[in-house]
């Protein structure tokens, strides 16, 4: 038999087996006219370049495409830390490259993984989605992709039950890898036993196989680079688009010269995730420190996050945070809550060398 034929992506150095575009034109060219996919699978299957590959394959038959970013670790088009809700309207040819996008709603979790947090990581997956729902995005007639983290085991596959039993999906991918003990369960896997979803599609494709690992390279970064290529290609968008910056040190530079916002300390609560800070370590702790800007005044349950933003220093007694952030000033106005989490600001940035950073001055004022 002759081996299954490959079909390159436009990406120059990404091949998309045959199985994989079979999938995503059977989601994007099915009968069900805005799909709502459900991307799940093991640690280094593919999921995330699936799923932009779905994306580009339903942005050939509609305008706009919703994506549900779910992976807090390794996220598409938010910094990391983020759970989002993003609109996509055009087709990004090269999957290897970071894509940053303002999404229309995210939370700011935090954390790479949900594991110090379940509880709210689904009620925030939830208020996402029904925002999809309740809103004008439904009403325009967006396909949904859901992309999902790659914790199936223990309390991460609870999570995917929890998250598949809430959401009203008609296709559920499974990538697979050769290894059986590392995949989901076979089926609907979400459902008890005897349940029936007939208004759900399976569809089952496997990883790409050792022959195209090397092609598949880029992808297969270390998960803590990748990161921080995404939060340094996120800060980047605080200078203007024909800034010459190509380097890691040029970036750190513009940064150490950067003026930043000045946020008045009044005006802003200070709430840290999944750990107790004193009172009297507060701005010792935010210092240096990447924190989500965040309005509340719409819902203090669940405060919208409208960026992140570098706490470059602080001033206790003129009241002051000084703040480096992409957000515009109009909307810097109404953050009235800065949460603070575990994403850090990349290490290749503070040890640039010839460049002294400001934010390893040591220059806190005790609250005392």
């Known amino acids: 038999m002759a081996a299954a034929e490959e079909t390159e992506s436009p ?25 709502i996919a ?45 759970l989002a809700l993003t609109v996509i309207d055009k087709i990004t040819p090269d999957l290897t490259i970071p894509c940053v996008k303002t999404p229309a709603r995210c939370f700011f979790f935090g954390d790479i993984s949900s594991k110090r947090d379940p509880a709210m990581y689904l009620t925030y997956i939830k208020a996402l989605y029904d925002h999809y729902m309740e809103t004008e995005i ?54 008890d036993e005897g349940d029936g979803d007939a208004a759900t599609t399976v569809i089952e494709i496997n990883a790409p196989s050792q022959n195209h690992i090397t ?17 340094m290609a ?6 203007p688009s024909d800034t010459i910056i190509s380097t890691i040190k040029e970036l750190s530079h513009a940064f150490a010269s950067h003026p930043p916002y000045e946020i008045p300390i ?16 507060t701005f010792y702790s935010l210092n240096a420190s990447i924190v989500g800007l965040a309005i ?32 515009p000033p109009q909307i810097l106005e109404d953050v009235d809550l800065l949460l603070q989490g575990f994403i850090q600001i990349p290490t290749s940035l503070l040890q640039v060398q010839g460049c002294i950073s400001p934010y390893l ?3 806190v004022l005790s609250t005392n």
């Open 266 to 281: 009044s005006s802003s609560k200070i709430k840290h995730l999944h750990c107790q800070v004193a009172t009297t370590e």
């Open 234 to 239: 996120y800060f980047r968008q605080c200078f």
């Open 11 to 35: 990406s120059p150095k990404i091949f998309i087996p045959n199985d994989w575009s079979t999938a995503a034109n059977l989601i994007a060219c099915g009968s069900v006219s805005f799909p």
């Open 38 to 82: 459900f991307v799940c699978g093991p640690k280094n299957s593919g999921k995330t370049t699936f799923s932009r590959h779905l994306v580009n394959v339903l942005l050939q038959r509609h305008k706009r495409v919703a994506f549900l970013d779910t992976d807090v670790g390794q996220t598409e088009f938010t910094p990391p830390g983020l």
């Open 215 to 231: 092609s598949m390279a880029p992808m297969r970064k270390d998960a803590r680079l990748l990161r921080d290529l995404r939060l």
């Open 138 to 191: 439904q009403g325009a007639g967006l396909p949904l992709v859901i992309n999902t983290p790659s914790w199936v085991k223990g309390i991460g596959y609870e999570i995917l039950v929890e998250m598949l039993r809430y959401i009203s999906v008609t296709h559920v991918v499974k990538l697979q890898r050769s290894v059986l003990a590392r995949n989901l369960p076979d089926g609907a896997f979400w459902l």
């Open 361 to 363: 001055s040591a220059n």
């Open 296 to 327: 509340s005044s719409v819902s203090k349950q669940l405060p919208q996050c409208v960026g992140l933003g570098i706490v470059r220093a602080i001033d206790t007694f003129k009241g002051l945070l000084y703040v480096i952030t992409p957000v």
